[in-house]
């Protein structure tokens, strides 16, 4: 029984310094992911200063709008006009919001977006995209767009935050089961 105990003493001294050392290792990470976590799940209640407002057009009805192809030029042109004529205008993500009748432009190398009206083409909003910003730091991807890396990192980053979880998970629940296991016997 004595040696029962003590061995169920030394897996809980072993998980309290492992979880201790994966704590302190990873303390910065936890920090971050648990920083931007919060302020993307606020991003939609931040009143624009962290997602923006998404504009009105004038038509949902789709047979009435440009076409994609026009409101594309006409985005790109926005941009070079409006923005800054050295950012790049390549194209991410064209978001269609029908029940807005709005079109958002998104581009590959910067955090710019523009909010056009489906049926006339014209611009409604230009926004920086500080969730998409905000969403790169929290997955860790923003070292690979600095970088330039193919998203190796973020692949690196998410399985050592992910696994660091799952042992957090488990030291911990054992740092509280364990004890009173102990206790019982």
Known sequence: MKLKRQAQAKTLRDFRKIHRIT???LFAFFFIVGLSGIL???KKNSGGLIMAESYKGQSVKLAEWISLDSLHKNACSYLKDSVSPSLSAE???IDIRKDKGMVKFT???HFTGLQLDGKSGKLLFIEQRRAD???KIHDGSIVDYYLGWDGYFKLF??????LALIIFTITGFWLWYGPKMMRNK
């Open 23 to 25: 704590g302190v290792l």
């Open 107 to 109: 581009f590959k190398d």
């Open 91 to 93: 194209v991410d993500r």
């Open 40 to 42: 993307l799940g606020w």
């Open 133 to 135: 910003y905000i969403e």
């Open 157 to 162: 980053y998410t399985l050592i935050m992910g």
